[in-house]
T-cell receptor
Framework: AQSVTQPDIHITVSEGASLELRCNYSYGATPYLFWYVQSPGQGLQLLLKYFSGDTLVQGIKGFEAEFKRSQSSFNLRKPSVHWSDAAEYFCAVGGGTGTASKLTFGTGTRLQVTL | GAVVSQHPSRVICKSGTSVKIECRSLDFQATTMFWYRQFPKQSLMLMATSNEGSKATYEQGVEKDKFLINHASLTLSTLTVTSAHPEDSSFYIC??????????FGSGTRLTVV
C-alpha cells in the first residue's frame, strides 16, 4: 500500500529564511509525487509535481522539490520564504495520471512565518 | 489551465436533512473525479472515486448509502450527504483528473450540521 510521511507537523521560519519541508513515501512502483498548498478554508493548489525525468522539479511561487529514489524522499524547498507562504503543505503520492490512480496524502505540515 | 468549481463553499443544514455538493470541471472533461473529506487540522481522506456513467467506488469504511455520488456527465459529479448528522460536519473537497496534467482540486465545501 502506498503511504506518505511528513515528519514535521508544524514549522516556524522567519521571513527571508530558507525552508525545507520533508516528505517520505512508500510506493511499490515508480511514484508520481505532488506537493500541494492549502490556505485556511480553501481547496488545494498544486505547487509542483514529479512524474519522470529531472529529479529536481521547479514549481510555482519559487518552490522546488527534489526526488531522491534512494531515500524515498521528495522534500520541498524554497530559498527565501515570504509571509504569504504561511499555509498548510501536503505531500501526496499516486500511481500516475490517465489511470485514475488514487492520491494518498501525508498528514501535512503547517508553516508559520514570522516577520 | 484546468479549473474545478465546487459549490456551495459553505452550507449549514439541520440534522436529518440532505445536502448536495457539486463539482464541475470547467475547461476540461473529467472521466474520473475524487471526493475527499478533511477533518480540522488533518489530512485529506479519500472517500470515493467517481466514474462518469458508472457507479462510484467507495473506500473502506465509507457508507455508500449515506454519501451518494453521481457522475452523470464528463464535467459534473455530485456528492449528496443524506440524513446528515452533526458528525458529518466536515470539509469536503473534490478533485478531477486531467490526463497529462494531474489532479485539480475544487475550493472545498464546509458542511455544518446543526
Amino acid at each position: 500500500a502506498q503511504s506518505v510521511t511528513q515528519p514535521d507537523i508544524h514549522i516556524t521560519v522567519s521571513e527571508g529564511a530558507s525552508l525545507e519541508l520533508r516528505c517520505n513515501y512508500s510506493y511499490g512502483a515508480t511514484p508520481y509525487l505532488f506537493w500541494y498548498v492549502q490556505s485556511p478554508g480553501q481547496g488545494l493548489q498544486l505547487l509542483l509535481k514529479y512524474f519522470s525525468g529531472d529529479t529536481l522539479v521547479q514549481g510555482i511561487k519559487g518552490f522546488e522539490a527534489e526526488f531522491k529514489r534512494s531515500q524515498s524522499s521528495f522534500n520541498l524547498r524554497k530559498p527565501s520564504v515570504h509571509w504569504s507562504d504561511a499555509a498548510e503543505y501536503f505531500c501526496a503520492v499516486g500511481g500516475g495520471t490517465g489511470t485514475a490512480s488514487k492520491l494518498t496524502f501525508g498528514t501535512g505540515t503547517r508553516l508559520q512565518v514570522t516577520l | 489551465g484546468a479549473v474545478v468549481s465546487q459549490h456551495p463553499s459553505r452550507v449549514i443544514c439541520k440534522s436529518g436533512t440532505s445536502v448536495k455538493i457539486e463539482c464541475r470541471s470547467l475547461d476540461f472533461q473529467a472521466t474520473t473525479m475524487f471526493w475527499y473529506r478533511q477533518f480540522p487540522k488533518q489530512s485529506l481522506m479519500l472517500m470515493a472515486t467517481s466514474n462518469e456513467g458508472s457507479k462510484a467506488t467507495y473506500e473502506q469504511g465509507v457508507e455508500k448509502d449515506k454519501f451518494l455520488i453521481n457522475h452523470a456527465s464528463l464535467t459534473l459529479s455530485t456528492l449528496t450527504v443524506t440524513s446528515a448528522h452533526p458528525e458529518d460536519s466536515s470539509f469536503y473537497i473534490c478533485s478531477a483528473e486531467r490526463t497529462g496534467s494531474g489532479y485539480t482540486f475544487g475550493s472545498g465545501t464546509r458542511l455544518t450540521v446543526v
